[in-house]
Nanobody
C-alpha cells in the first residue's frame, strides 16, 4: 500500500506559476511510477504527467508540454509538478497517483493503469 498526500494547490492568476507536491508513504520502495491527473466534477480523470521512479523518464500530455515539468525527489519520496504559464483551462482538481509496475508511455494516460490515488488538491486559475 502507498499513501499519497498532495499539497500546493490554490488560486493563481493566468500566466502565473504553481508547484504541486505529492508525498508518498508506505511501501514506497515498490513504487515504479508516479503521476498526476486532473479531474473536473462529473468527468473522468485526465492524464497530466508521469515519471518513472528509478530512471526519471517523464511523460506529459501534449497540452502541457513546454509549460509543465514533472520531477521527483527520491530521498523524500515526493513527486512534483511545476506548472508555468497557467491558463484558466488549467483550473481543476489535481490528484497524485502511483503504481508498482506496468505503466509505459502507451498506457500511462489511462487512469485504469494506476493503483493508488491521493485526495487531490484544487488549482484555480483566474483570468
Amino acid at each position: 500500500q502507498v499513501h499519497l498526500v498532495e499539497s500546493g494547490g490554490g488560486l493563481v492568476q493566468a500566466g502565473g506559476s504553481l508547484r504541486l507536491s505529492c508525498a508518498a508513504s508506505g511501501s514506497t520502495s515498490s513504487t515504479y511510477a508516479m503521476g498526476w491527473f486532473r479531474q473536473a466534477p462529473g468527468k473522468e480523470r485526465e492524464f497530466v504527467a508521469a515519471i518513472i521512479w528509478n530512471s526519471g523518464m517523464t511523460y506529459l500530455t501534449d497540452s502541457v508540454k513546454g509549460r509543465f515539468t514533472i520531477s521527483r525527489d527520491t530521498a523524500k519520496n515526493t513527486v512534483y509538478v511545476q506548472k508555468n504559464s497557467l491558463t484558466t483551462e488549467n483550473t481543476d482538481n489535481y490528484s497524485c497517483t502511483a503504481v508498482f509496475g506496468g505503466v509505459t508511455f502507451l498506457n500511462c494516460s489511462s487512469y485504469r493503469a494506476w493503483d493508488y490515488w491521493g485526495q487531490g488538491t484544487k488549482v484555480t486559475v483566474s483570468s
